[in-house]
């Protein structure tokens, strides 16, 4: 077929979260028989073993097939996945950027969600054709008339062209497809201009470096092409270009408007980040895409192996997991309690959690978390300025003239009835209230700075308790403002730990050393001594609690058929024991040190 | 060579709601079949007699009929040195006769277990005990009527709400007796049993060790030395056949669930009553490996109050026990856990409470 690029339409499927968008994206790739449906393992564009298990799709991917429409046409589609979770805003903005069209997932038996509406706003923002589709039609509960009116007042979109579709059965899909190709409009652009391509994924492969993701903007590339990298700066020469089906294949050049990968020797994942612009180094473009940003790690942690001999261990897992995650930053680091590790920064809590799991799961390393904490700005009396993102680097109070902390630009969208609800928590995380903004007669949008600190602690968990799961949560960093702030130390047996050490607004720290002080006691185990915890600030103890010394642990009854029993249990005991840290002389389990995430907020006050 | 024999009769009146051995509701016609097969599966067991003890428990054996009483023990008495042995039945209060201790004695018993639990009519309930203290008082009496010396009571503490004072009481009560041997068990609560279930939970650690601490300064006084954990008695009335267990030595075993030790392997029979009636036996097997051997060594030999000696750990396992555990001898001995005299090695009086710990700091 000759490259026409009227016949190419580019497009994504966005979604709220169990809105199906991984089931119509397999029931596409069977309609257009760029995958038989045998080789589908279910929902094919999550591939990653946690994605699947957390049902989230966190890496995006990008797929090549042919559709022949009713019109006789055979049409090239360009099916780009998206992610869906706040920690990872930016990816879905710059996979849109690579798209004209996106096909919006309305759920027929929940209707239109706040963060279905975030990205109908990123959406609309990269100006692309929005096509509204009805899912899970086949549900007794789905009530496609509401889910109409929500899309015509909620987001505002003409109903004229919605299709209803059931991602389960597949009914409606071929008329969705119809659909992309009358409304979305082929990719513009001129293919004698300079190259521009935008790069919206990358990932490594070993033998071939940095496979990177591209939408051809303007100009073609080719293999043998010198290339440059806009906002790195570096250059490097074309080894392979091509489509993916989702199978890779080698093309050899991709043409304006066209979705691909190309691969040139790039050996570091960092320096293809999302939104870079490629271009020739013989031919550049004048300016890069707009809405490029460098991505920022919002929260950092130390990670310790449990075992300190494993330091190598972890030192190589970081190594190899940062070859396929360019969000993913961290830096040696020692700790008096820990001995040496890292400190890693991450996009969000979710990103941590899911760099953690990997760790253990695919490196098998027993690892320690320390506390999450975000990066604090101190102003010394001497007129330097810090930057700390681990609380033990604090310097001693005499020094410190005031301590920044970065807010964020909160919106929350919740049905009106839980508007009192969330204003109370947001007062609790010292929100700064900015606008409540009129959605429709049913919804409300709640505006509010709010320390990024007071996000990372509970927030999410709370604000889905207080609206029954309703309310959705968007932020963006906000800059930084001076708090009221301190360092808030845990001694253990008379011992400060540097890893347990958070910054604490001043005026919660009470009840919060308390809280950490007991959550600390129901985790450590009873040792042969009593030890003391206290919660301290600036060397004054605030809060303490101490863990009474263990009197009796021994077997009541122990005849012939109680042996193996006690020895197996025993074992397992000694398993356990080796997932702990030895600081001092006092045994102290993985969780301890996650305890500030965990701690229940009713504690408190 | 194994010269000491398990017998378990599953068969209770009652069940008790904290209990985790294997037993059933007594019905005739399971104990009739079940005594005819126990005593085939006894006679495929290639038994070298004779042997030194044998210990028939539960369940509740004194819940079985005169008849099937007596058909067992006659049986199990021909396995005997007559010379030299022990053998021990565990009976309860309320199915505890005349006629059963006297076919008990004829049949060559010569120990007898009785299952007091406690002086506290509110915490037999709570158990779902069937007696009363003042019944087992009586039994204990009555036996004592039909020849028994050698009588053993059991107690057991740590009960939901039970205080210190409830506990002085009991081993009062139970001191009363005078009867030359007293075991003593903590309650623990089962994964398994109906108490579990129910969410109960097992005693702070604090207030336990205050419990467990009385009775063994009160039975101190009144002339009974603790010779492992749980178990107390005067001089020379130590149970011949547990200590088999804490020596770590092997034993024959028979019946449902029953668990033995032979040629390092140990096994538990079948726990299903319907297999087994119908001679199915076989249940799980596990061969020791020398880690198994080492740890079960010290699971078994350090609950006993004289420990065990050097020279046993080096006969067993050929190499010096100062030298392998060097390391964690040092702690343990540091912390009053461990100590040696002589050529033995045994817990303090706080190691025996703290013995998880010893052992977990044993294991490798």
Redesign the interface.
């Known amino acids: 077929m000759p490259f026409n690029k009227k016949y190419i339409r580019n497009f994504c499927v966005i979604a709220h979260i169990d809105h199906g968008k991984s089931t119509i994206c397999d029931r596409i790739l069977e309609k257009t028989g760029a995958v038989e449906k045998r080789n589908l393992s279910a929902q094919m564009l999550d591939d990653m073993e946690l994605e699947q298990e957390r049902g989230i799709t966190i890496k995006l991917n990008a797929v090549t097939m042919t559709y022949k429409s009713k019109d006789g046409n055979e049409y090239v589609f360009n099916l780009i996945d998206t992610p869906g979770h706040v920690d990872f805003t930016y990816e879905v903005s710059r996979s849109l950027a690579a798209c004209e069209g996106a096909v919006l997932v309305v759920d027929a038996t929940q209707g239109v969600q706040a963060q279905t509406l975030a990205n109908v706003y990123l959406a609309v923002d990269n100006d692309l054709m929005i096509i509204p589709v009805i899912n899970k039609i086949d549900l007794p509960s789905a009530d496609i008339p509401l889910a109409k009116k929500e899309i015509e007042t909620k987001i505002g979109l003409s109903t004229n062209d919605v299709v209803s579709v059931s991602g389960k059965t597949g009914a409606g899909i071929e008329d969705m497809l119809e659909k992309v190709v009358e409304l979305v409009p082929p990719p513009s652009g001129d293919s004698e201009a300079p190259l521009e391509a935008l790069i919206f994924d990358s990932y490594y492969d070993s033998y071939r470096g940095v496979v990177v993701l591209i939408r051809v903007k303007n100009g073609r590339v080719k293999v043998g092409d010198r290339i440059r990298l806009m906002q790195s700066g570096k250059s490097y020469t074309v080894t392979e270009v091509g489509i993916r089906t989702p199978k890779e294949l080698s093309t050899g050049v991709l043409e304006c408007g066209e979705v691909g990968y190309l691969t040139a020797t790039i050996k570091d994942i960092k320096d293809v980040f999302p939104g870079e612009t490629v271009t020739l180094e013989n031919k550049p473009a004048k300016e890069p895409l707009p809405g490029y940003r460098k991505i920022m790690p919002m929260v950092y942690c130390g990670l310790y192996p449990v075992d300190s001999q494993k330091y190598g261990d972890l030192k190589d897992a970081l190594e190899k997991l940062t070859l396929n995650d360019a969000s993913l930053v961290y830096e040696p680091e020692s700790s008096k309690a820990l001995g040496f590790g890292f400190r890693a920064g991450f996009l969000g809590l979710l990103h941590m959690d899911v760099v953690q799991e990997r760790l253990e799961r695919e490196y098998n390393l027993n690892l320690i978390l320390t506390a999450p904490s975000v990066k604090y700005r101190v102003n010394l009396t001497n007129g330097e300025v810090l930057t700390i993102d681990n609380p033990s680097e604090m310097p001693e109070p005499s020094k410190i003239k005031t301590i920044e902390e970065p807010y964020v630009m909160a919106s929350i969208m919740t049905p009106k009835d839980y508007v009192g609800a969330i204003m109370q928590l947001c007062q609790d995380k010292r929100g700064i209230y900015q606008d409540l903004i009129y959605f429709d007669d049913t919804r409300e949008t709640l505006k509010y700075l709010i320390p990024l600190s007071e996000i990372i602690f509970n927030f999410f968990d709370r604000l889905k308790s207080v609206s029954r799961g309703y309310a959705s949560l968007d932020y963006t960093l906000d800059g930084f403002r001076p708090s009221d702030l301190a360092k808030m130390d845990i001694y253990l047996n008379g011992d400060p730990i540097d890893a347990l050490s958070t910054v604490v607004y001043r005026k919660s720290a009470y009840s919060r050393g308390l809280a950490i002080v007991s959550k600390l006691k129901e985790i450590i185990p009873k040792q042969q001594f009593e030890v003391p915890l206290q919660a301290a600030i600036n060397g004054k103890v605030i809060a303490r609690s101490d863990i009474k010394s263990v009197r009796k642990d021994v077997l009541a009854k122990c005849y012939g058929g109680d042996i193996s029993r006690k020895k197996k249990l025993l074992e397992k005991q000694k398993e356990g024991k080796k997932r702990m840290k030895a600081i001092g002389s006092v045994e102290v389990p993985q969780e301890a040190f996650m305890a500030l995430l965990s701690i229940d907020e009713s504690n408190e006050k | 060579m194994a010269d000491s024999l398990?017998v378990h009769i599953p068969f209770c009146a009652h069940i008790c709601g904290y209990c985790d051995f294997t037993k059933v509701l007594y019905q005739e016609e399971w104990a009739f079949s079940y005594v005819n097969r126990l005593i085939e599966q006894l006679d495929g067991l290639g038994i070298n007699k004779p042997l030194k003890t044998v210990y028939v428990?539960g369940g509740t054996p004194s819940s079985l009929p005169s008849d099937l009483l007596k058909k067992i023990l006659s049986k199990l008495s021909t396995y005997l040195d007559e010379s030299d042995y022990e053998f021990t039945i565990e009976a309860n209060p309320e199915n505890l006769n005349e006629e059963k201790l006297l076919i008990m004695r004829e049949c060559g018993v010569n120990r007898l277990s009785i299952g007091v639990e406690s002086s506290h009519l509110k915490f037999l309930k709570l158990m779902g005990r069937a007696h009363t203290f003042e019944e087992a008082k009586e039994k204990v009496k009555l036996a004592k009527k039909c020849g028994f010396t050698n009588i053993t009571c059991d107690l057991i503490y740590g009960l939901p709400t039970e205080t210190l004072e409830d506990v002085k009481q009991d081993v009062v009560a139970l001191l009363s007796f005078d009867v030359p041997h007293l075991s003593t068990?903590?309650?623990?609560v089962n994964p398994g049993t109906s108490w579990h279930n129910k969410g109960y939970s097992e005693m702070d650690?604090?207030d336990?060790?205050n419990q467990?601490d009385l009775i063994l300064n009160e039975f101190r006084k009144a002339g009974y030395k603790r010779y492992e954990?749980?178990n107390f008695s005067k001089p020379g009335y130590e149970s011949r056949h547990?200590l088999t267990?804490?020596h770590d030595e092997e034993?024959y075993?028979a019946g449902l669930?029953?668990?033995?030790?032979l040629n390092g392997e140990?096994f538990?029979f079948t726990k299903n009553l319907l297999s087994y009636l119908k001679g199915d036996f076989e249940g799980e097997r596990?061969t020791l490996t020398a880690k198994?051997l080492k740890?079960?060594f010290f699971?078994?030999n350090l609950?006993l109050e004289e420990g065990f000696s050097l020279e046993n750990y080096e006969k067993r396992f050929g190499s010096s026990f100062l030298e392998d555990y060097k390391e964690q001898l040092e702690k343990l001995k540091l912390?009053g856990l461990l100590v040696f005299e002589g050529n033995r090695v045994r817990c303090t009086d706080k190691g025996?409470?703290?013995?998880?710990?010893v052992?977990?700091s044993l294991?490798k």
Do not use: H, K, P
């Open positions: 398990y428990g068990y903590c309650l623990s650690d604090e336990a060790a467990y954990v749980s547990n267990y804490w034993y075993a669930g029953a668990s033995g030790y140990r538990t596990e198994d740890e079960e699971l078994t609950r912390d025996i409470l703290l013995l998880d710990r052992l977990l294991f």
